[in-house]
C-alpha cells in the first residue's frame, strides 16, 4: 500500500478543513446546546460536492475515490460530528446504495438530486424491536401487484425530518427470511407516512433522529431496489461501505480532540511549568496520537481496497472498530487534560467526547463488527 496523497486528494482535504474552520466550527456549540440542525451548512457542503462525493459525476456527484471520502470524514468530523453523520449516510448508505443497485430510471429520478445536495436522503433499517438482529424487522411491504403496501415503524433514522428520500428495508415474505426482504424508495409526503418527534441525545445533537411511522403507504413497484428479496443483502452491502464512513467519523472526532488537548497541554501550566512537560500528560498524548495514526491507517487501508474492489467488509469493521474506540478514550483523556475546562462548553472537548459514543453504536454495534470481523476469519 502506498498512502502519499495525491494532489486531488491533498486539495479535497484542505477543503473540508477549510470549510469545518470557516463554515461549521463558528455555531457548532449553539447547534449542540439547541438540536439545531446544521441547515445551510449541510446545503453549503452539497455545493461544494461534499453530499456526493463517490458518484459519477454524470449523476451530479464528484467523482472521487473513496480515499478522498475518508479525508473529508475525519476534517469535517474533527469539528462537527452532527454535519458529517449528514454526510455520511447520504455519500456511503443512500447515493452509494442507489448508484450501485438502483436502475437508471431511479439514478435519473433520485440520485442526481441526491448526489447534488439539492435533497438528503434516509438509510431505514432499524426498529423499535430489532437493531443488530436486522432481519427479525417487523416492517411488512406487502406485494399488491403494481405496488407495495408498507406498514410499520423505523426507529432512530439519521436525517428523519430533513430528508426528502428515503430508502426503507422491509419484510415481503417472512417466511423466506433475509430473501423475503425488500429495499424501497420511499417518498417524504407519500400518504401514510409519519415522521415521529425528535430523539433528545446525548451527543450528535444537531442531526435529526426520528422515528418513521408508515400505515397502508402505496409504494409504486418501480421503486424497489434490485430484484424480488434483494433488500437485506442490498443493507448489508450498503453498510459495508458506510462503515468506512463511519469509521472516518470516529477518526475525525479523535483527531479534533486530540489538537485541541495539545495545543492546551503547551498552553496551561500547573507546577511552575507547562503540563505538557509533565510525563503524565506526554504519555497521554504519545498514547492518543499513536491511536489515531492506526485508527487512519485502517480508515485508509479499507477505502484503499473498496477502490482497488477489495473485499472490504472485514476492512472495513475493522476500522469502524477500531477508530470508534479510538474515539472513546482519545476524547476522555482529552477531557482529562483540559481539566475543570474540559468539562464545560467553551472548550469543545466534553461535546466530541459525547459526540465519540455514538460511533460504538449506530451502523452495526462494535459487537456487531466483531462478529463481523470474526466470521470472515473462520471463512477463510
Ligand atoms: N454484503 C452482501 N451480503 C451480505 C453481507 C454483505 N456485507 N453480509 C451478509 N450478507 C448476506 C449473507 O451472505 C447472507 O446471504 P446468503 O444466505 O444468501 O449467503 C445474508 O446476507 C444473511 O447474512 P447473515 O446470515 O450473516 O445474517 P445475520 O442475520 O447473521 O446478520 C449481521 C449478520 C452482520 C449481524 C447483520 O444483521 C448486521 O450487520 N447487523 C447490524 C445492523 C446494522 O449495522 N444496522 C445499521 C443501521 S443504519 C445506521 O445505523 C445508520 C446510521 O446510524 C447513521
Ligand atoms: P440492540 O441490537 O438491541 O443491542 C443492544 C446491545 O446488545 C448492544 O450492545 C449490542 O452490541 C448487543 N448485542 C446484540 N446482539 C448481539 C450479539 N449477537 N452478540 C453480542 N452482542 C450483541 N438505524 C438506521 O437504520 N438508520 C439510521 O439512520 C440510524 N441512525 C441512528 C442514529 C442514532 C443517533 C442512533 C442512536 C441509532 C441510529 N440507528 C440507525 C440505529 C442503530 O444502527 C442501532 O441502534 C444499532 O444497530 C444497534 O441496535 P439497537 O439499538 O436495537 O441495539
Redesign the pocket.
Known amino acids: 500500500m502506498n498512502f502519499d496523497l495525491t494532489e486531488e486528494q491533498l486539495a479535497v482535504q484542505a477543503a473540508a478543513r477549510d470549510f469545518a474552520q470557516t463554515e461549521l466550527l463558528p455555531g457548532v456549540i449553539e447547534r449542540d446546546e439547541h438540536q439545531k440542525f446544521p441547515a445551510e451548512q449541510i446545503k453549503k457542503l452539497g455545493e461544494l460536492g461534499f453530499l456526493g462525493m463517490m458518484v459519477d459525476p454524470k449523476y451530479g456527484g464528484s467523482g472521487m475515490d473513496t480515499v478522498s471520502y475518508v479525508l473529508a470524514m475525519e476534517e469535517i468530523s474533527k469539528v462537527d460530528a452532527s454535519a458529517s ?1 449528514v454526510m ?2 447520504n455519500n456511503s ?1 443512500v447515493c452509494w446504495g442507489l448508484e450501485k443497485y438502483g436502475n437508471e430510471e431511479q439514478k435519473q429520478k433520485y440520485l442526481t438530486k441526491l448526489a447534488t445536495g439539492e435533497i438528503i436522503g434516509a ?1 431505514c ?2 426498529e423499535p424491536e430489532a ?5 427479525s424487522q417487523r416492517t411488512t411491504a406487502e406485494d399488491k401487484g403494481d405496488y407495495y403496501l408498507l406498514n410499520g415503524t423505523k426507529n ?1 433514522i ?1 436525517n428523519g425530518s430533513t430528508a426528502s428520500v428515503y430508502l426503507v428495508i422491509a419484510q415481503t415474505d417472512v417466511a423466506k427470511g ?2 423475503g426482504i425488500n429495499a424501497l424508495i420511499v417518498e417524504r409526503g407519500m400518504e401514510g407516512f409519519v415522521v415521529g418527534p425528535k430523539e433528545n441525545k446525548l451527543g450528535i445533537r444537531g442531526s435529526d433522529t426520528h422515528s418513521l411511522m408508515f400505515t397502508d403507504v402505496k409504494v409504486p413497484k418501480e421503486n424497489r431496489i434490485g430484484e424480488d428479496g434483494f433488500g ?2 442490498f443493507a ?2 450498503t ?2 461501505g ?1 462503515r468506512i464512513g ?1 469509521a472516518a467519523q470516529a477518526l475525525g472526532i479523535a483527531s479534533g480532540a486530540f489538537e485541541l488537548a495539545l495545543k492546551y497541554s503547551k498552553e496551561r501550566k500547573a507546577f511552575g511549568k507547562e503540563i505538557s512537560q509533565h510525563q503524565a500528560i506526554q504519555f497521554k498524548l504519545a498514547d492518543m496520537a499513536t491511536n489515531i495514526d492506526a485508527a487512519r491507517l485502517l480508515c485508509l487501508q479499507a477505502a484503499d481496497d473498496k477502490d482497488n474492489h477489495r473485499d472490504y ?1 472485514k476492512s472495513g469493521a475493522m476500522a469502524k472498530l477500531f477508530a470508534s474506540k479510538t474515539a472513546m478514550d482519545t476524547t476522555v483523556e482529552a477531557v482529562q487534560i483540559h481539566g475543570g475546562y474540559g468539562f464545560v462548553k467553551e472548550y469543545h472537548v466534553e461535546r466530541l467526547m459525547r459526540d465519540a459514543k455514538i460511533t460504538q453504536i ?3 454495534t462494535s459487537e ?1 463488527q466483531k ?2 470481523i470474526s ?1 470472515e476469519l473462520l471463512k477463510a
Open positions: 453523520v455520511s449516510v448508505l438509510f433499517l432499524s437493531g443488530s438482529d436486522a432481519t432512530w439519521t433475509h430473501r437485506f443483502k448489508m452491502s453498510l459495508s458506510g463511519i467488509g449506530y451502523e452495526g456487531i462478529i463481523v466470521r
